[in-house]
């Protein structure tokens, strides 16, 4: 197994009310209408230095943008790796997230995974669910955070929580007969582990598991010195063991060893000791951090977001569905953000181009990456009438630190807050479907301490 030399997580800026839900306290980390699995993990695979010269992506999730079509695919190209860089999906289940873990520590690469979790309204699941992302990556080339010590997997087949093919909702019996099998699976994984690794007990424990009974009691089911943790949002699909890890990474010292479960289906189980690298290799953005921030949406909204209610549409034209040859013409502009560099006269073009608006050159062009830099808002409109799932549209003409300037949607967008010259960063979004097409792009977003997701 190789080590692990980086991780991120991301969690969306939205949030439900707990009384919106049934909640007592909190609320309900949600995914805004034009986030989806493949843009959740773009953002989060973003904040891991060194990410663009992984070898392998191994995407996980149960609620893909796309079947039969590789969404990995649109992650690749977002973050810029290689061509010769493997991209593949494992979808399905909570399980799928904990196999590309597996993989990328197999082979070295990244571990992404993502869900946009979707219950019925009333339901647990939309009680205790939670949108969000994280990524690992695994590699040999660089220092470990964390090195790998053991892993374990069992394999039972019960009925517990499933999802019709054909269904936005999924369904699960009455929690105590899940519970039963998969407390009997922890123990016996939690035993092969630290048998293989040849201890007796660890410092922290992430245990996640879809269902409730299970993680109320987690502490009781296996013993950390230091702490036990369980998902920071609740029930999160395939990223549910991964954001639980990183919420331990966040705060974990040199030399303590972490024993993740992932109790989905069976039950896997992987042990590893943080190194002296863990503490100035963190990721920009606590999970706390992230966590404590948001922006309210309105029940009704979040529902037709999710297509659950059906609001009067835009009276609008919608949007023509987005056209494959030219997608892969301007493949690096579309999903990669990157402008072009004059090497004449240094001008920068965004989009880019291959004559040089300035002296005229042509073809003497360097690619520039605009999506990891930030910019300021030169000018911007608030549209109240433009087609949008959730208006006001607000387009901003932004200046890109280092140069160049262009024109895009603003993402998580509180008009009365947005000024010329606010800060933004860029975030990979969808910015409609149509045809059964995603029209991904980026979208500037206000930077800030909002959500924890900004930049010293």
């Not at 608006?357 to 808002?377: E, F, H, N």
Request: proline share 6%; net charge neutral.
């Amino acid at each position: 197994m190789q080590g692990l030399v980086g991780y991120a997580s991301y969690l969306p800026r939205y949030r439900l009310a707990g009384g919106d839900i049934g909640v007592r306290r909190g609320d309900r980390v949600v995914a805004a209408f034009d986030e989806d699995s493949t843009t959740m993990a773009v953002a989060a695979i973003a904040d891991i230095p060194r990410s663009r010269s992984a070898d392998a992506l191994y995407f996980a999730t149960s609620t893909p943008a796309y079947a039969d079509k590789t969404n990995a695919t649109a992650i690749h190209a977002a973050i810029g790796l290689p061509l010769d860089a493997l991209a593949v999906d494992l979808c399905g289940s909570g399980r799928s997230g904990f196999a590309a873990i597996l993989a990328a520590a197999s082979t070295g690469g990244i571990a992404a995974s993502a869900d946009v979790r979707v219950g019925r309204p009333g339901s647990a699941d939309e009680k205790l669910g939670g949108d969000g992302a994280a990524a690992l990556l695994f590699g040999a080339a660089e220092p470990a955070i964390a090195e790998v010590l053991a892993v374990a997997s069992l394999t039972a087949e019960f009925m517990d929580r499933w999802r019709a093919t054909t269904s936005v909702t999924g369904e699960q019996w009455e929690e105590r007969f899940g519970a039963q099998r998969y407390a009997a699976l922890i123990r016996d994984a939690v035993e092969r582990v630290l048998d293989t690794a040849g201890l007796t007990g660890v410092d922290h424990v992430v245990l996640t598991c879809p269902n409730s009974g299970i993680v109320k009691r987690a502490a009781t089911l296996v013993k950390g010195e230091k702490s036990v943790v369980t998902s920071p949002i609740g029930f999160s699909g395939a990223c549910d063991a991964a954001l639980a890890l990183c919420t331990v990474l966040d705060t974990a010292e040199a030399g303590e060893t972490v024993l993740v479960l992932s109790a989905v289906d069976g039950c896997d189980a992987m042990l590893l000791r943080t190194t002296s690298a863990l503490t100035q290799a963190r990721q920009p953005h606590p999970v706390s951090a992230q966590r404590a921030g948001g922006l309210p949406v309105a029940y009704l909204t979040y529902l037709s977001w999710r297509g659950l209610v059906q609001l009067e549409p835009p009276r609008r034209p919608e949007p023509d569905r987005p056209s494959g040859p030219a997608a892969g013409r301007s493949a690096l502009w579309k999903f990669g953000l990157c402008g072009s560099h004059c090497d004449a006269c240094d001008f920068i073009h965004l989009p880019p181009g291959r004559v040089c608006k300035r002296c005229g050159a042509t073809d003497q062009m360097s690619g520039v990456p605009v999506a990891g830099l930030r910019g300021t808002v030169a000018t911007y409109t608030v549209d109240h009438l433009a087609y949008s799932p959730s208006p006001p549209v607000v387009q901003a003409v932004v200046d890109v630190s280092g140069g160049g300037r262009f024109t895009c949607e603003v993402a998580d967008a509180e008009p009365e807050q947005i000024r010329v010259g606010s800060p933004v960063e860029f975030s990979f979004r969808r910015l409609f479907t149509a045809g059964n097409v995603h029209n991904y792009f980026w979208k500037a977003r206000v930077a800030g301490p909002l959500d924890g997701r900004h930049h010293a």
